[in-house]
């Protein structure tokens, strides 16, 4: 099981070729790859999945809550055949599944994610939020901007996880949520209809907090 960017940890990017060399060890010692893009996922990258930057297909995919754009709690895992004919009538199921109201709301999710231009949007979002952050943070409050698409984090240079904690109720009360991770990076996952005039306003708080925040 591999998550293809590592939301929790902070949105790790893999090294390049990291995913195909995962494909390929798998494929070798008859392993089934399970792609777990419940955060990834539905274009929060910038692409619909995030195994698409290295155009690999995994066995098994996971995915969640982007799946329902938060109306109506709905998961999936979709495999091929030759795998998810495994599983014979009576051997697997679920109180929940298949639930139709789940399934209307994941398809008017998905209409909208394709139709609205929405993971193009991610995209081009999220170039130029990493490339203002790492340009006017202060080297000396933030190492890096790290991420892809909508999905980034920023690794800060601070004393540990107290610092974090207290940048980011700085950020709260400056109007910006993000989420702490670990002792040493905040997470920022806005929405993907972010326009860009939004997603200005809401670099300058980050900028503006950040460079001067007394840690």
Partial sequence: MVEPLQGEAGAVVPSLGYLKGVRELCTKYNVLWIDDEVQAGLGRTGKMLAVDYENVKPDLLILGKALSGGVYPISAVLGNCEVMDVLTPGTHGSTYGGNA???KVALASLDV????GLVENAFKMGEIFRSELNARLSKD?????????L???IVLNTKGVSDVYKLNNELKSNGMISKPIGSSALRFSPPLIITETQLR???DIIVDTINNFNN
């Fill in 151 to 153: 999905l980034n984090a």
């Fill in 141 to 149: 409050k933030a190492i890096k901007v790290r991420g892809r698409g």
């Fill in 101 to 103: 109201l789940a399934c």
């Fill in 113 to 116: 994610i394709i139709n609205e």
């Fill in 201 to 203: 306003e809401g670099i």
